[in-house]
Every structure is written in structure tokens, then in C-alpha cells.
């Protein structure tokens, strides 16, 4: 998934895709590219899928916190 912010963000409140699902293909995208290219020091995927489920729920609420809520950045 190479989109823009805005297509993501226009994503996810059409729920094309879940935040866990696109943080899921993010973190798939980590692993295989991360070491090649020194990305990360660390991935960390417990807390970002966490954080992924914390905008799910809110965005099945209906609630919106942040323009970004559930994009995977950081």
C-alpha cells in the first residue's frame, strides 16, 4: 500500500480497510525492507497493533480523535 495520507485517512473512514489491517501490512512491509535499508532500531508490533485496535473501536463508535487516527506512523 503505497497511498497518501489522504487516501489512507479516506480509507479507513469508508472502512475499505481496518486500522489493524493496514498496520498489519505496514509491519509485514518492516520486516522484509527494515534491515535492508537500516529503517528501524526496533519494531515494536505489540503496541502498534494496540493502537491500531484503540482506533478501531473509536472509529466504530464513530468517534474521531485525530485527522490521523489509525495510520500507522512513528
Known amino acids: 500500500m ?3 495520507i489522504t487516501d489512507l485517512t479516506s480509507g479507513l473512514a469508508k472502512k475499505e480497510f481496518s486500522s ?4 498489519l ?3 509485514d512491509r518492516l520486516r ?3 534491515p535492508r535499508y537500516n529503517a528501524l532500531a526496533h519494531l515494536i508490533e505489540g503496541p502498534a ?3 491500531a485496535d ?3 473501536t473509536l472509529f466504530r463508535a ?3 480523535a485525530s485527522p490521523l487516527q489509525g495510520v ?3
Do not use: H, K, M, N
Request: glycine content about 16%; hydrophobic content about 30%; aromatic content about 12%.
Open 2 to 4: 503505497f497511498e497518501s
Open 49 to 51: 497493533l494496540g493502537q
Open 20 to 23: 489493524r489491517e493496514l498496520t
Open 72 to 74: 500507522p506512523c512513528g
Open 32 to 34: 522484509r525492507f527494515g
Open 25 to 27: 501490512v505496514y509491519l
Open 62 to 64: 464513530g468517534r474521531i
Open 54 to 56: 484503540q482506533a478501531d
